[in-house]
């Protein structure tokens, strides 16, 4: 749950709209405030607005956050609700996890990076000019135990 404001355009250098109709938004009245529920990133996203939206379908709003420990997953909901990620993004995105994770379980198998660049890269010049694919696994290991240090949700991000 995010709690926001509507402000007008022009207090936002360049105002990114937020459409009810686009996001097929349910709005819900509170005492002092207005829920909105809607669909962000393959969740259900809840915006708590102070003082209600008002009259109209698109408005631009002001974000409120705390700093403290909710301060980067806040962030994360934020960019998905104004930067809804298309669909190639996230299969690119998602498809680069699995890459990783498979370089991640083939170097703790034992294969030599060049194995694992055949396996994750297909077959290819080894190692490349200025050793890039050689250079590729590496990333790809490292990103890998990236993802498992940081657990499921790292994963799950990305969708």
């Known amino acids: 749950m995010l709690r926001a404001r509507v402000v007008p355009p022009t207090a936002i250098a360049a105002p990114l709209w937020f459409d009810l109709r ?21 969740e259900i996203a809840r ?10 379908d698109r408005f631009v709003l002001l974000f409120e956050m705390a700093a403290d420990t909710r301060m980067d997953g806040q962030m994360r909901a934020i960019r998905r609700i104004c930067h809804p990620a298309r669909r ?3 299969s690119l995105r998602l498809m680069r996890h699995h890459q990783s994770l498979l370089a991640c379980d083939a170097q703790a198998s034992g294969a030599s990076l060049r194995e694992i660049a055949i396996l994750v890269l297909g077959e290819g010049d080894w190692p490349g ?7 590729q696994a590496r990333r790809l290991i490292e990103a890998g135990k990236r993802l498992l240090r940081q657990g499921p949700g790292a994963v799950l991000n990305a969708i």
């Open 129 to 135: 000019d200025g050793e890039h694919r050689k250079s």
């Open 47 to 56: 915006l708590d607005i102070l003082g209600g939206l008002g009259e109209g």
């Open 88 to 90: 190639e993004e996230v």
């Open 22 to 42: 686009s996001r097929h938004a349910l709005r819900i009245q509170g005492q002092d405030v207005e829920h909105l529920a809607f669909a962000a990133g393959g």
